[in-house]
């Protein structure tokens, strides 16, 4: 079990728009610590989404936004593309496990 | 350009050790935190372990603890995951990963997988 909890899967139609929830616990994200999101393309390394909650590394398109509050983060995709079709993580800390922790992972299926 | 190439995975026996290697490059390896991340078959990313630019400092996930050592060589530009006591739930891709949290830039990652 994940400390940080995701919903397995989650899918859209292209041009749609999907959020993906990331529930943690008052010893991490609602600890105050940062939420950063990684996508995982299948068969390559996860590649960084969105860090610091809601900030985007230069090259990723803005139709990739996150957000927190309180325990939970989210990350949403709008105007879906079929290149979204990956697995995606969410990661924060954990204070009471003194460890990075990450989520269990959510398949996003383009429909 | 930044990149992160491991190495040293490979086939192991259950109780078995290895040690992997990071070999960084395009950017100043001394300034920042380095992580070990993994990723069993199948499965979801679990933090390894992580240390301070310096080498001073090193965390580890629990059940990590005793078993892993990390280290780091930063004339060399490396970073290192020395694996003991090895067991079937450890293997996994490995993937080291540069800075404290939000990780910009992930290597390619190594293959290691624990069978007799």
């Known amino acids: 079990q994940s400390v940080l909890t995701q919903p397995p899967s989650v899918s859209g139609a292209p041009g749609q728009r999907v959020t993906i929830s990331c529930t943690g616990s008052s010893s991490n994200i609602g600890a105050g610590y940062d939420v950063h999101w990684y996508q995982q393309l299948p068969g390559t390394a996860p590649k960084l989404l969105i860090y610091g909650n809601n900030n985007r590394p230069s090259g990723v398109p803005d139709r990739f936004s996150g957000s927190k509050s309180g325990t939970s983060a989210s990350l949403a995709i709008t105007g879906l593309q079929a290149e979204d079709e990956a697995d995606y993580y969410c990661?924060?800390?954990?204070?009471?496990?003194?460890?990075?922790?990450f989520g269990g992972g959510t398949k996003l299926t383009v429909l | 350009q930044v990149q992160l190439v491991e190495s040293g995975g490979g086939l192991v026996k259950p109780g078995g050790s290895l040690r992997l290697s990071c070999a960084a490059s395009?950017?100043?390896?001394?300034?920042?935190?380095m992580n070990w991340i993994r990723q069993a078959p199948g499965k979801g990313l679990e933090w390894v372990s992580k240390?301070?630019?310096?080498?001073?400092?090193?965390y580890y996930a629990d059940s990590m603890k005793g078993r892993f050592t990390i280290s780091r060589d930063n004339a060399q530009n490396s970073l290192y995951l020395q694996m003991d006591s090895l067991r079937g739930e450890d293997t996994a891709v490995y993937y080291c990963?540069?800075?404290?949290?939000?990780?910009?830039?992930w290597g390619q990652g190594t293959l290691v997988t624990v069978s007799s």
């Open positions: 395009g950017f100043t390896f001394s300034d920042y935190y």
């Open positions: 990963a540069r800075g404290q949290e939000g990780y910009h830039y």
């Open positions: 240390i301070s630019s310096s080498g001073s400092t090193t």
């Open positions: 990661q924060s800390y954990d204070s009471s496990l003194s460890a990075v922790v």
